[in-house]
């Protein structure tokens, strides 16, 4: 990093922060930088022994933003002890701004004007940015809304309302009720019982209406120390996964996906076996009975009176519960989405293939995926009598099947390990000559500078060929880089069509 004035490394820091702040499982994060010197014993413990997802990411992102504003002069000191590879092998995050911080990637988002005045700044003349300044950055990156796009404002909005909890801080208060099951007290209707410390009082349900959501979920995050969101499910032979984020009731809140749609509990069920009476006892999760799950405060059924957007949904609210909250390809929940509407997944517009441009989404007609139009088109090509006849199609013939097959890759690349440029790792160059990566094979599918469908394969083997040279001695990205290649292997044979003769 030598090479990079403070200054650069200071934007991006700034850049970097919320997504840092977003890590999963932080702890080993936090102990390097404490033992930099960088985090106080206080603030680490402080951090260290919230329990919910929400404050964790709430307190590291304030620390990072203290960091920045109190001690710019450590920001390169604090880059080189995250990017020491024990930690990148554990964060995936910072390997991918390792990246783009030493090719350079970064520099590509900073406007003119800005990227003048770093290398100004580089030479002694650096001078401090207004928050004036700040504020244009935050203009400009804000994303345009369009129709069609999965629009997640009015969750945010219901977090960021000011309600009267707003003032107090939630990790150190704990709710109780000391009535049983069974027995009734109109009181806690009204009230709940709260301690902070060796302080007791009683908290208005009534003034806490506009933040009950978000209180809510700082509950269920605290009920269980995994922190986990996401709880594999099954009813007889119907299998999906149970999002805790919108599970509401039996009937309301989709909260099941299976391959094929989103589903509430009752709908799961009768899916599954329309016979079937007790949902909470039909469906199982993970090994046991949802009602056990339900029972252990691991989920929580929302009030009669909730009045969240699950509970009481507005039509376009019932519209976005069809769909994914994140991008099927890159897996965040950033920005806004462009929803298929034969299938529940979405997907930012540059991550699909081909691109979504802007005057499809604005056309009004229904869109499908590539999934879904590989899958309704798939019967309609002659099998293949060997894979060298495959190989020498031109793009042109099978683009669609290299679309198809390049989505099914870089969604299983579930951290993005393979998605971007890998030559910012130690001794990379020395070792690899051709580097490859799947995000610049989607940029040649989406430009279509391959003639055959040969020279596409060609590069996507390259990527396992530079992933089993590279990691001779890193057995956990060698068996990655294996799996996604079997993987590609099994999806090639099948999309084109190739007969089990022919193969090996």
């Not at 604005?362 to 090509?381: I, P, R």
Request: proline share 3%; aromatic share 8%; net charge negative.
């Amino acid at each position: 990093m030598e090479r990079l004035g403070d200054n650069e490394l200071l934007r991006f820091f700034r850049r970097s922060k919320t997504e840092m702040s977003c890590m999963e499982n932080p702890q080993t994060f936090l102990r390097q930088l404490r033992d930099y010197d960088l985090l106080l014993e206080d603030r680490y413990q402080k951090v260290s022994r919230m329990q919910s997802i929400k404050n964790i990411r709430n307190g590291l992102y304030e620390f990072l933003d203290l960091l920045e504003r109190k001690q710019p002069q450590d920001i390169k000191v604090f880059w080189s002890c995250v990017f020491k590879e024990t930690i990148l092998n554990e964060y995936p995050t910072l390997r991918r701004l390792r990246n783009d911080l030493m090719n350079g990637t970064f520099q590509s988002d900073i406007p003119p004007l800005e990227r003048s005045e770093t290398e100004e700044a580089d030479k002694g003349k650096r001078k401090d940015v207004s928050e004036d300044e700040e504020e244009a950055e935050k203009q400009e990156s804000s994303v345009k809304k369009k129709r069609k796009l999965k629009n997640r404002d009015v969750c945010d909005e219901e977090e960021e309302q000011p309600g009267t909890s707003s003032r107090v801080t939630r990790e150190k208060i704990h709710f109780s009720s000391p009535l049983k099951k069974g027995e009734k007290n109109n009181l806690y209707k009204s009230q709940l019982p709260v301690t902070c410390g060796e302080k007791k009082g009683m908290l208005s349900r009534r003034r806490l209406a506009n933040d009950e959501e978000g209180e809510r979920e700082e509950q269920t995050d605290a009920s269980h120390d995994s922190g986990r969101k996401v709880f594999k499910v099954t009813c007889g032979p119907l299998a999906g996964d149970l999002h805790e984020k919108r599970f509401a009731t039996e009937i309301l809140g989709k909260s099941i996906r299976t391959e094929t749609k989103w589903m509430t509990p009752m709908q799961f069920m009768q899916e599954a076996c329309p016979t079937y009476l007790s949902w909470k006892k039909d469906i199982e999760c993970e090994g046991k009975a949802l009602g056990d799950h339900i029972k252990a405060n691991i989920l929580m059924i929302h009030e009669v009176q909730c009045d969240c957007k699950l509970c009481k949904p507005q039509s376009k609210d019932l519209d976005d519960e069809k769909n994914d909250d994140e991008c099927f390809i890159c897996k965040t929940e950033e920005d806004e989405f462009v929803m298929c509407d034969k299938c529940p997944r979405s997907f930012h517009q540059k991550c699909h293939l081909p691109h979504v441009e802007d005057n499809i989404i604005g056309d009004g007609s229904q869109w499908m995926c590539t999934f879904c139009v590989y899958k309704a088109n798939e019967n309609l090509y002659p099998k293949e009598s060997e894979r060298e006849a495959a190989l020498s199609r031109t793009i042109s013939q099978r683009l669609l099947h290299c679309q198809y097959l390049l989505l099914c890759l870089r969604s299983a690349d579930k951290d993005q390990i393979f998605a971007s440029n890998p030559c910012g790792l130690e001794r990379y160059s020395s070792v690899i000559k051709t580097p490859m990566w799947l995000n610049n094979v989607a940029g040649k599918l989406q430009k279509k500078l391959y003639q055959t469908v040969g020279e596409f394969v060609s590069d996507v083997q390259l990527i396992f060929s530079n992933c089993a040279s590279y990691n001779q001695g890193n057995a956990g990205y060698l068996a990655l880089g294996n799996r996604l290649k079997e993987l590609f292997d099994k999806e090639f044979n099948s999309v084109f069509n190739i007969s089990e003769q022919t193969v090996g």
